[in-house]
Nanobody
């Protein structure tokens, strides 16, 4: 079992930056064996893929809507994954979720491929 806890959300003006963090824990956690991803869900919309980092050599993939503005990174020594968000836009407003998948064979963008989820952290970008 893996527990994920997000932090770092808040209110920011358009053009600003935020850094989200996700801390993983578990009795038999082998954090480096999990691909870690960020998803988001805006009011009235479905959960949307944002970014993923692999469990191997740190391959990353981003949604087109955030490419060049967001950066995902992981710290296996501290069991954390982060999402640096720059040049934020009002359309980035959503609840952001951290997710984990055990040793996937590829970088997945579907929420159905992730077994473990955090509770989410709210990001609000004002215009």
């Amino acid at each position: 079992q893996v527990q994920l806890v997000e932090s770092g959300g808040g209110l920011v003006q358009a053009g600003g930056s935020l850094r989200l963090s996700c801390a993983a824990s578990g009795r038999t956690l082998s954090f480096s064996s999990y691909a870690m991803a960020w998803f988001r869900q805006a009011p009235g919309k479905g959960r949307e893929f944002v970014a993923v980092i692999s469990w191997t050599v740190g391959y990353t993939m981003y949604a087109d809507s955030v490419k060049g503005r967001f950066t995902i990174a992981r710290d296996n020594a501290n069991n954390t994954v982060s999402l640096q968000m720059n040049n934020l836009k009002p359309e980035d407003t959503a609840v952001y979720y951290c997710a984990a998948a055990w040793r996937p064979s590829a970088l997945h963008v579907s929420s159905a491929d992730y077994r473990y989820w955090g509770q989410g952290t709210q990001v609000t970008v004002s215009s």
